[in-house]
Structures are given as structure tokens and as C-alpha cells.
């Protein structure tokens, strides 16, 4: 495995990791400034929103200075911001803090999978899954390091900065190894954007129920743990953690079950499997039951965001690139926006009908996907 391959895997462990080990302690988080759960759901929502306008001015910035250097400064920033979380005044500060957290989060993200897409070319082969599979190592591991300082009682303060300091020193050393890509001239115009047809709106809004329901999994299933399945503080984020192991499960063998079933098949099967998974976990209070329930949900929905993409990035009538732009979008809007809006519903009503919301679009993702057509 070349140097550049193992760093770009570090920047999207890293990126999973951090996001895992402070989303664990929302609870506390929550405890802290007093807020409700609706009130969760504006702070997820500044972060969101500072994620999704980050992305599109992350492109014009990789095009000037090269992935390299915005990934570098996307998750150094990205790291190096969550121990200043418990030390906020106020809640206007906390939300301002979880915006700049979301743009940093935007920016890392596009940067590094830029970096990934270096490497896949510069090898020659589809490896697109295994850096995302990090990903969810990364969030694996953040989660029971979560439930490590739950567990000898630290505070956030504490936690949040053992988590950046020994992030920043990885970080600090993968650096050296990253594609050091320039700036190209562009030398052709596409269509900034086109319609799509009635297909890439299906595939779009599949991506955008998976991703709805990682976002809605990755942000309120240790909240859901404490607060409704009655979890002991230390346990409530192994839920997470086994959400999270179950979808780097499903991305090692998922290359494999689709050349075996077939994309459609595929997708209805883990559709119908991330379903019943929800199900379990929303019908039962057992808090060993719904870490089992969460588990089967990671099964499910890991396959279905990277099929997705490859479908989109194959479309024959569009450009190159201008579907999986369109598909990616679209996606990230659903894990952006979802969290925030599981908080309001959970607000309005509780948070076992918000994710009973989330069991209703993984209904019509399945329907979606028995649609299509291989």
C-alpha cells in the first residue's frame, strides 16, 4: 500500500473519528447549556448549513491551491475546534462554534475524497470503498472512545482535547504523504447544470434517504439510547459505535454482493434490511435490542449510497461527472439536513416518532430501488 494511499485513509479515519467521539457526548453537551431537543436541532442545523455552503467554494478553492492544502487545513481546523465546544458562553456561541465545525466538516470532506480520486487514478483501480470504510471505522472507534470517558466519568473538556491533540500529531505526520496535486487549467466548458431525467431524480432521492438516515444514526442514536431505550450513560454510545461497525462491514463485501445480486436486488434487500433494523429499534426498549436493531440498520445502508454513485457517475445521456454532482448534492443534503430536522420532529412529537419518520423514507428508498432497472 503506497504512503499516499494510507494518508488519505488516516484524513477519513480521522474525519469519522472526531465526529463520532463529540456527537457521543451530546447528551452532556445538552445537559450543559440546557437545551432541548429542538434546540439540538438548531445547533446540528448551523452546522449543517455551514457544511453545505462550504462545499461548492471548496471546489474553487482546490482548483487554485490544490486538494493537498485544503484537506491540511480542513481537518487540522476540523480537529483542532471541538475542545473550544464546552467552553462557549452561551448558546448563540455554541451555534456560531457548530457552524464554523460544519464548514470545516464541508471542506475536509470534499478535499479528501478530491485526494481519494488522486490516488484511485494514480493506481488504476476502484478503491473509492475502502476509504469510506475508514470513514465508518473511524466513527466505530470515536463512539467507544466516547464511551470510555462516559465511563471514568471526564469531562468534555478533557475528552474533547485528549481527541484533538492526538489527532492533530496524526494529522501533523500524515501531511507529508498526501498527493501534492497542481492547480490544472481548465480547457473545456460543461453545462454548469442540466435537468435531470426521471431516473437520476430516483437514484437522487435514494441517496437522499440513506444519507438522511446515517446523518439521523451517526447524531441522535446515543441520544435515543439515553433518553428512550434508558441505557446507562457509559453504554448509550455503543449504539453508534455498532451502527458504525456494521456499515464498515457492509462496504468491505459490498463490491462483491453486487457483482454476485446485481444493483437492484442489492439495493431492495438492503432497503427491506435497514427497514426492519429501524423497526426493532423503535418498537423495543431494550437497550441491548436496539444496539442490535442499529447494527442491522448499518448492514443495510451500506451499500446503498456507493451504488448509487456509481450509478449516477455511469449515466450515459449526462456529461461526465455532472450525475454523480447532482446524486452527491442531493445526498449530503439528506445527511446534512437530517439530523436537524429528527431534532424538530422529536421536539414536536418524541424522538421514537422522528425516527419513525426515518423508517418511512427507508420505505420509499426500497420502493424506489424495486423500481429501477438493473
Keep these: 500500500m503506497t504512503p499516499s494511499r494510507i494518508a488519505v485513509k488516516i484524513v477519513f479515519f480521522l474525519n469519522g473519528f472526531v465526529h463520532a467521539n463529540y456527537f457521543s457526548r451530546l447528551p452532556r453537551i445538552q445537559e450543559q447549556f440546557s437545551i432541548d431537543n429542538g434546540v439540538v436541532g438548531l445547533v446540528l442545523l448551523a452546522s449543517s448549513v455551514g457544511a453545505l455552503l462550504s462545499m461548492p467554494f471548496t471546489g474553487w478553492l482546490i482548483i487554485r491551491n490544490g486538494s493537498k492544502r485544503i484537506t491540511i487545513f480542513g481537518i487540522f481546523s476540523y480537529c483542532a475546534l471541538i475542545p473550544f465546544i464546552p467552553w462557549m458562553p452561551n448558546l448563540w456561541a455554541l451555534i456560531v462554534l457548530f457552524f464554523i465545525l460544519g464548514v470545516s466538516a464541508g471542506v475536509s470532506d470534499v ?33 467507544f472512545a466516547g464511551a470510555f470517558f462516559t465511563k471514568i466519568s471526564s469531562g468534555i473538556f478533557i475528552h474533547f482535547t485528549v481527541v484533538s491533540v492526538v489527532s492533530l500529531i496524526i494529522v501533523f505526520v500524515a501531511r507529508y504523504y498526501l498527493v501534492h496535486d497542481k492547480p490544472q487549467n481548465k480547457t473545456t466548458e460543461e453545462p454548469a447544470f442540466r435537468l435531470p431525467n426521471a431516473a437520476m431524480v430516483s437514484i437522487g432521492v435514494i441517496a437522499f434517504c440513506s444519507m438522511l438516515g446515517e446523518g439521523a444514526m451517526a447524531d441522535w442514536s446515543t441520544n435515543y439510547m439515553e433518553n428512550i431505550a434508558k441505557a446507562d450513560q457509559a453504554l448509550a454510545p455503543i449504539g453508534l459505535s455498532a451502527f458504525a461497525l456494521a456499515m464498515t462491514i457492509g462496504r468491505i463485501f459490498g463490491d462483491g454482493a453486487r457483482i454476485k445480486f446485481g444493483d437492484r436486488s442489492l ?96 420505505v420509499v428508498m426500497t420502493f424506489l430501488s424495486f423500481q429501477r432497472k438493473d
Design 111 to 143: 478535499a479528501m475524497n478530491s485526494q481519494a480520486v488522486i490516488v484511485e487514478k494514480q493506481l488504476q483501480k476502484p478503491i473509492m470503498t475502502s476509504f469510506h470504510a475508514l470513514f465508518s471505522i473511524g466513527m466505530a472507534l470515536g463512539a
Design 267 to 362: 439495493m431492495v434487500a438492503c432497503g427491506i434490511v435497514a427497514t426492519i433494523g429501524l423497526s426493532i429499534a423503535i418498537i423495543f426498549n431494550q437497550p441491548f435490542i436496539v444496539i442490535a436493531g442499529l447494527f442491522i440498520v448499518g448492514i443495510g445502508l451500506s451499500a446503498i449510497v456507493p451504488i448509487a454513485y456509481s450509478i449516477s457517475g455511469h449515466t450515459k445521456d449526462l456529461p461526465p461527472g455532472v450525475g454523480l454532482a447532482m446524486v452527491t448534492t442531493v445526498g449530503y443534503s439528506g445527511f446534512l439536513f437530517g439530523p436537524p430536522i429528527i431534532g424538530f420532529i422529536a421536539q414536536w412529537e418524541n424522538l421514537r416518532a422522528a425516527l419513525g419518520f426515518v423508517a418511512i423514507l427507508f
